[in-house]
T-cell receptor, first 113, second 116 residues
Framework: DQQVKQNSPSLSVQEGRISILNCDYT??????FLWYKKYPAEGPTFLIS?????DKNEDGRFTVFLNKSAKHLSLHIVPSQPGDSAVYFC????????????FGDGTTLTVKP | GAGVSQSPSNKVTEKGKDVELRCDPI?????LYWYRQSLGQGLEFLIY????????KSGLPSDRFSAERTGGSVSTLTIQRTQQEDSAVYLC??????????????FGDGTRLSIL
C-alpha cells in the first residue's frame, strides 16, 4: 500500500501562472514533509519542507501548505518559470522511522513559455 | 565538488554478474541513504546508515543486495548474481544528522544500472 501518493503524473502550466502540485498521505505518524525537484539525469534536490506543527511554509516563489486533517499537502509555485520544468517528488517521514523518507511517484511539471 | 558523488554513473553488465556501486557522501554528513528508482516509478528506499551502522535494512529487495559503510564516509552497495529486474537508477543521499533532525537529504546523480 502506497503511503505517499501523487495522483497527477503530469501538469502543464503557462509561464507566469501558478503551478499547484498535490500530495496525499495515509500514515498519520508522518510529521515532516519535503518536496524535491529532479531534472533528467540528475539526482533530486531539496526544495522546501514543512513540519506537522505548521500549516504553511514559504520560500520565495515556493509555498507548501499542509492540511493534516485531510492528510494532504500541496506545493505552490508562483509565478511559474520555464526553468521550473522538472519532476517534483513529495516525501514524508517520522521521527521513529530511522530517518527514512517515503517518496511519492512524482509529478512532471512543464512550464510553457 | 562538495556534493554527493556516485560512481560509476552508468553500468552495463550481464545477468548473473556481481556489481558494486559506490557513494561518497558530503563530508560531515552522518546519515547515508540508498534508494532505487525503476523506470516510471518513484524512489524506493533500500537502506539507511547512521555512521557505519545500518539501523534500517528493511528496503533491501533480497539477500542478493548488501551494503556497507566504512569510516563513516564512503558506502558501497553490492548486488550479487544480478537479474534483469535489478535494472534501475540507484541513488545515494546523505544528510547532516539522523532521525529526528529533520534534515533534508542531498542526492547524488545516481548510477544507471542496466542488466542485459
Amino acid at each position: 500500500d502506497q503511503q505517499v501518493k501523487q495522483n497527477s503524473p503530469s501538469l502543464s502550466v503557462q509561464e507566469g501562472r501558478i503551478s499547484i502540485l498535490n500530495c496525499d498521505y495515509t500514515n498519520s505518524m508522518f510529521d515532516y514533509f519535503l518536496w524535491y525537484k529532479k531534472y533528467p539525469a540528475e539526482g533530486p534536490t531539496f526544495l522546501i519542507s514543512i513540519s506537522s506543527i505548521k500549516d504553511k511554509n514559504e520560500d520565495g516563489r515556493f509555498t507548501v501548505f499542509l492540511n493534516k486533517s485531510a492528510k494532504h499537502l500541496s506545493l505552490h509555485i508562483v509565478p511559474s518559470q520555464p526553468g521550473d520544468s522538472a519532476v517534483y517528488f513529495c516525501a514524508a517521514s517520522y521521527n521513529t522511522n530511522a530517518g527514512k523518507s517515503t517518496f511519492g511517484d512524482g509529478t512532471t511539471l512543464t512550464v510553457k513559455p | 565538488g562538495a556534493g554527493v558523488s556516485q560512481s560509476p554513473s552508468n553500468k552495463v553488465t550481464e545477468k548473473g554478474k556481481d556489481v558494486e556501486l559506490r557513494c561518497d557522501p558530503i563530508s560531515g554528513h552522518t546519515a547515508l541513504y540508498w534508494y532505487r528508482q525503476s523506470l516510471g516509478q518513484g524512489l524506493e528506499f533500500l537502506i539507511y546508515f547512521q555512521g557505519n551502522s545500518a539501523p534500517d535494512k528493511s528496503g533491501l529487495p533480497s539477500d542478493r543486495f548488501s551494503a556497507e559503510r566504512t569510516g563513516g564516509s564512503v558506502s558501497t552497495l553490492t548486488i550479487q548474481r544480478t537479474q534483469q529486474e535489478d535494472s534501475a537508477v540507484y541513488l545515494c543521499a546523505s544528510s547532516l544528522g539522523g532521525p529526528g533532525s529533520n534534515q533534508p537529504q542531498h542526492f547524488g546523480d545516481g548510477t544507471r544500472l542496466s542488466i542485459l
